[in-house]
């Protein structure tokens, strides 16, 4: 999961909203992602960033695997072209998150 590359203590946040109109849908999923953006901004200046996303609480926006860094990603990537060949996880399973889109 790549947090091994670092000692300091992180922090793992999810940020549920909760709204009962569906005309709000838009708003509050760029309200989100807003609000992610300026978290990651902040940390970056601070020198605080981590780029690790626990998976179960990331978002569809954001890239979870890609936090794992480049080594995990390398090595996922690998085993995944050894193990499933016709890319059957990355094709035909519809949603969530996949290897094959990882940065």
């Given amino acids: 999961m790549g947090l091994n590359s670092t000692q300091d203590n992180l922090i793992v946040m999810m940020f549920a909203l909760r ?5 709000y849908d838009i708003r509050m999923r760029q309200a989100t992602v807003d609000w992610v953006a300026a978290v ?6 601070s ?3 981590n780029p690790f996303l626990y998976l179960n609480y990331a978002g569809d926006f954001q ?3 890609g936090g794992y860094g ?3 990603v390398k090595f996922m ?3 995944a072209k050894k193990y499933d060949l016709e890319g059957v996880f990355q094709q035909l399973m519809p949603g969530g998150f996949k290897i094959s889109q990882a940065g």
């Fill in 19 to 23: 709204w009962t109109d569906a005309k």
């Fill in 40 to 45: 990651n901004q902040a940390t970056q200046a």
């Fill in 70 to 72: 480049a080594a995990n």
């Fill in 47 to 49: 020198g605080a960033f």
């Fill in 77 to 79: 990537k690998q085993v």
């Fill in 63 to 65: 890239d979870p695997l």
